[in-house]
């Protein structure tokens, strides 16, 4: 075929058609969204109008808060007989325990109006229903303490945090003012005894001078024994001392034995936790299981709460044995420190009175006076000790009236529910409506194995694309669309034609093109269609066309040209016609067709016969294309027969119905078969261009395509009732 033969008009594409790169994705996810864009929207939908239907239908929650500062910092005398021990870590833990214990709670539910709470009014155990919902915590960076508790109804909130916040004020009011009274007066009765003795102790100096009014005022340290008696009255004076001491410790000792809640912070402090912290881990779990309880909805009378209280209290039994032997074995040490000062002090006592009667012995008057200024001395000294005890306790009653502990923050009533939160529910509900409808639009697309782009149709046959042929609007019948390009020659799909023709031209050397054979993955595809309007393509650029129907299965050709069937390829491979009987003249200049013919029994030996290949043969030298319409490729071996003689093969599939394993499949079978695959032709692709790039269509004008559709609308008109009058004679014959 000469070069002028393959000259195009000037519009033509000049460019071979380029192979998209495998590499690229075949199926971009935005892509995926936006053709699931239904799914990912009803997703949404759904998680949304749920979440809504929870806001709705949820008993919001609210909750209060108070902020509190306990100032532990008191002088180390009062610390001592308090029994606390700074401002550390443990003592905040053990006061946040306190907060929340059940004699707290317990008070702070006999100031409160349990009938007028909603919440409260008939709960038939209201100390554990409060807990459970009740939590004290200090700061990660600071000791403030938080008291907060949860409630459907706000002013139950903020009345529950204030009353359990003033109970504790109130608790630790009266307990360091009980303590410190107690030691109080245990140094209040040593001062008196001691003023009493002081007293008795001047009123002998006076008598003992008025007696001896020639006593020596100066002192003589030569005498062993005086030196002696004034060793011991030091000793004396400071191991009296230390028995008040002891005795108040004791004292103080007895009196927290008396109270239970000061018994376990005195463990904490003193540093014996090892005494049953195992023992308040586990009264701690069972204290979170019962809130989980309580959270579940469970009542204070269901058998899960009571057993659950049950084991809680059984617990909290062993823990007050275990704090009732240590403080008793606590009270013993004070009592045995009390009992080796009286012995001490007795003994030194004893040494002493006998020193004293060897100085009194001695008949020196001034011994007897320096023993009677010394018992003064010494008593005098003992009471300023318990005078300024006496003030430190007195300014530690005054902290207690004040109270240690400051409110820095008062509940109120939020208006605001802390749960459900609505925005956040929300964006919650959007998020996983995203993801789910992500999630099933890639999970149908996986499912959905059609093609539906070019990109994705190139990728996966890895053939080039020759040309996409838009959709035929206007419902025409079989006929009109296989003579498309010659009906309406100024349509869309007729210059898509056009461009698959000159794909076809310039994507083959010269010479190599004489046959070109149409086929497609399945049936329904398309490749009837196309066979007859690329024949009818070429035969317009000036070129003698052959069309010929090797489809011996489901023959079509015959019926879009309107010809007669009774003699063709058939007849002339069984030698009952030549090839000039068979092969007809259609309308179309330049253009003829050889039909199927009567259908025969073995198809696919007959086209493997070397009868076929010598027709063939014998056609390509008539004609300058042989344009072969074969079956499908899956369904019959027919097209791999045909393509393995014939020059280039052209694969059609339709857009958004042909599915990726067929289509990878009718290639592969063409391969082995050693067919030269020119491209693939992308038929009844969406006018709207979706994943299709439009290929330019809409380049006409709608009013210049009116135009020359109308102007040649009567011999079209004319040319269509002619064929369909020859379609249905044949199809009657």
Request: aromatic letters at 6%; glycine letters at 6%.
């Amino acid at each position: 075929m000469s070069s002028v033969a393959r000259n195009e008009s000037p519009d033509a594409p000049r460019s071979a058609p380029k192979i998209i790169p495998a590499d690229m994705a075949t199926r971009g996810v935005l892509q995926i969204l936006w053709r699931r864009q239904l799914i990912l929207f009803l997703c949404v939908i759904v998680c949304l109008v749920t979440a809504v239907v929870y806001i709705t239908q949820a008993t919001p929650v609210y909750a209060s808060q108070s902020r509190i500062y306990i100032d532990n910092n008191t002088s180390a005398f009062v610390q001592s007989l308090m029994m606390t021990t700074g401002q550390g870590g443990n003592y905040l833990s053990t006061q946040c325990d306190v907060i929340t214990s059940s004699p707290i709670v317990n008070a702070a539910v006999g100031t409160l109006p349990l009938q007028t709470l909603p919440s409260l009014a008939n709960i038939e155990n209201p100390v554990n229903f409060i807990r459970a919902s009740l939590t004290a915590a200090v700061g990660r960076t600071s000791d403030i303490i938080t008291v907060s508790y949860e409630s459907p109804y706000p002013n139950d909130c903020m009345r529950v945090v204030n009353s359990v916040v003033q109970a504790y004020i109130e608790n630790q009011t009266q307990k360091r003012r009980s303590v410190s009274q107690s030691i109080k007066k245990i140094l209040v009765d040593a001062y008196e005894r001691n003023n009493t003795e002081r007293k008795d102790a001047s009123e002998g100096i006076r008598k003992f001078i008025e007696s001896h009014p020639d006593i020596a005022l100066r002192t003589d340290r030569g005498n062993i024994v005086l030196e002696k008696l004034q060793t011991l009255t030091d000793a004396l004076v400071k191991e009296t001392s230390n028995k008040v001491d002891a005795q108040a410790a004791w004292e103080s000792a007895k009196a927290l034995q008396a109270d239970p809640q000061a018994v376990a912070e005195f463990i904490v402090m003193r540093g014996a936790t090892g005494q049953g912290s195992g023992l308040n881990e586990l009264l701690a779990q069972w204290q979170s299981e019962l809130k989980v309880a309580f959270a579940q909805g469970y009542g204070a009378d269901s058998n899960q709460v009571k057993k659950i209280i049950a084991n809680m209290d059984a617990l909290k039994e062993r823990i007050r044995d275990s704090e009732d032997r240590y403080i008793k074995a606590y009270v013993a040490v004070m009592n045995q420190n009390y009992l080796t000062s009286v012995n001490k002090l007795n003994i030194l006592q004893k040494d002493y009175d006998e020193t004293k009667s060897q100085a009194v012995a001695l008949g020196n008057s001034f011994a007897q006076l320096r023993v009677l200024q010394d018992q003064f001395d010494s008593t005098t000294k003992y009471m300023e000790g318990l005078a300024t005890k006496v003030k430190e306790i007195d300014v530690t009653n005054t902290e207690s009236t004040n109270v240690n502990v400051q409110i820095l923050e008062v509940a109120k009533a939020e208006p605001v529910p802390i749960r459900p939160k609505k925005l956040q529910v929300l964006m919650i509900a959007g998020i996983v409506g995203v993801m789910m409808g992500f999630g099933a639009a890639l999970l149908q697309d996986w499912m959905d194995q059609r093609l539906r782009s070019v990109d994705e149709i190139s990728a996966a046959l890895q053939l080039p694309i020759l040309g996409v042929v838009p959709h035929i609007m206007g419902g025409k019948t079989a006929m009109a669309r296989g003579m498309e390009v010659h009906v309406e020659p100024m349509s869309e799909v007729s210059e898509a034609y056009r461009t698959i023709r000159t794909a076809v031209y310039f994507g083959v050397p010269e010479g190599q093109d004489n046959t070109v054979l149409v086929t497609s993955p399945a049936p329904g595809d398309g490749k009837t269609t196309m066979a007859s309007n690329l024949a009818i393509a070429m035969a317009q650029a000036g070129h003698s066309v052959l069309l010929i129907d090797c489809d011996f299965r489901r023959p079509r050709q015959h019926r879009i040209f309107g010809m007669k069937d009774d003699v063709g390829l058939s007849s002339v491979l069984a030698g009952q016609h030549s090839l000039g009987e068979a092969v007809q003249p259609t309308t179309v200049p330049n253009m003829s067709l050889l039909p199927c013919g009567p259908i025969p029994n073995n198809p696919s030996e007959i086209l493997n016969s070397q009868i076929f290949a010598d027709t063939i043969e014998e056609l390509k030298g008539k004609f300058d294309h042989v344009v072969i319409d074969s079956p499908p490729v899956n369904p019959v071996t027919d097209a791999r027969i045909l393509a393995a003689s014939a020059d280039v093969t052209i694969i059609v599939v339709r857009a958004d119905k042909s599915t990726r394993k067929l289509s990878e499949n009718a290639r592969e079978s063409l391969l082995g078969v050693g067919a030269n695959i020119l491209g693939v032709v992308v038929n009844d692709a969406p006018r709207s261009g979706r994943g299709y790039g439009g290929y330019g269509y809409g380049y006409y004008s709608d009013r210049l395509y009116r135009d020359r559709t109308n102007k040649s609308a009567g011999r079209n008109k004319a040319t269509t009732e002619v064929a369909t009058s020859k379609d249905k004679n044949s199809s009657r014959s």
